[in-house]
T-cell receptor, first 112, second 114 residues
Framework: QQKVQQSPESLSVPEGGMASLNCTSSDRNFQYFWWYRQHSGEGPKALMSIFSDGDKKEGRFTAHLNKASLHVSLHIRDSQPSDSALYFCAANTGGLSGKLTFGEGTQVTVIS | EAAVTQSPRNKVTVTGGNVTLSCRQTNSHNYMYWYRQDTGHGLRLIHYSYGAGNLQIGDVPDGYKATRTTQEDFFLLLELASPSQTSLYFC?????????????FGPGTRLLVL
């Protein structure tokens, strides 16, 4: 069973609109969370990380973490065509290994 | 920005063939990782390494070997390739072994096993 589950699988948003992505973990040992973004034909690239409960804002992107419910979300404000990509949620337990567990991804398409 | 390169970018082989995928990072990172990406599964960890000569087993290691020859170079070996190993393979590196560390990915190798 996937330990990190993302929803929705795909999402279309009008240019200038808000996109909201969700991620839920089934492992209470996960302490650190990332959002990675992958454009077509490229490798994933870290978008932002969040390690504490609450909101973290970086430009047009806001992540929210609730460790009690094992839920993390990503909100993209004023969506641009360049935001069209596959977004992954990833988590790890900390410690020595650095192993990340990735979700299946959410495909975001920004419609002009 | 961390730099990770992979070669080849595309590879076609036949069932039972031998394949070696190469990865190099030039950022003095200690940790390197091999992932495979398949639709519906996201990214799955095959093997990873703490440093030269070290190898750790990931979550989907069956059918794969790996070797870390230097701090910069990490290789993934498929000695008897099977069609189920057709996938997009990514290498990544990270600087430290703590939870807050970010991984930097290469551009990927697309492998087709006929």
């Amino acid at each position: 069973q996937q330990k990190v589950q993302q929803s929705p699988e795909s999402l279309s948003v009008p240019e200038g609109g808000m996109a909201s992505l969700n991620c839920t973990s089934s492992d209470r040992n996960f302490q650190y969370f990332w959002w990675y973004r992958q454009h077509s034909g490229e490798g994933p690239k870290a978008l932002m990380s969040i390690f504490s409960d609450g909101d973290k804002k970086e430009g047009r992107f806001t992540a929210h973490l609730n460790k009690a419910s094992l839920h993390v979300s990503l909100h993209i404000r004023d969506s641009q065509p360049s935001d069209s990509a596959l977004y992954f949620c990833a988590a790890n337990t900390g410690g020595l290994s650095g192993k990340l567990t990735f979700g299946e991804g959410t495909q975001v398409t920004v419609i002009s | 920005e961390a730099a990770v390169t992979q070669s080849p970018r595309n590879k076609v082989t036949v069932t039972g063939g031998n394949v070696t995928l190469s990865c190099r990072q030039t950022n003095s990172h200690n940790y390197m990782y091999w992932y495979r990406q398949d639709t519906g599964h996201g990214l799955r960890l095959i093997h990873y390494s703490y440093g030269a000569g070290n190898l750790q087993i990931g979550d989907v290691p069956d059918g794969y070997k790996a070797t870390r020859t230097t701090q910069e170079d990490f290789f993934l070996l498929l000695e008897l390739a099977s069609p189920s190993q057709t996938s997009l393979y990514f290498c990544a590196s990270s600087a430290r072994d703590w939870g807050e560390d970010t991984q930097y990915f290469g551009p990927g190798t697309r492998l087709l096993v006929l």
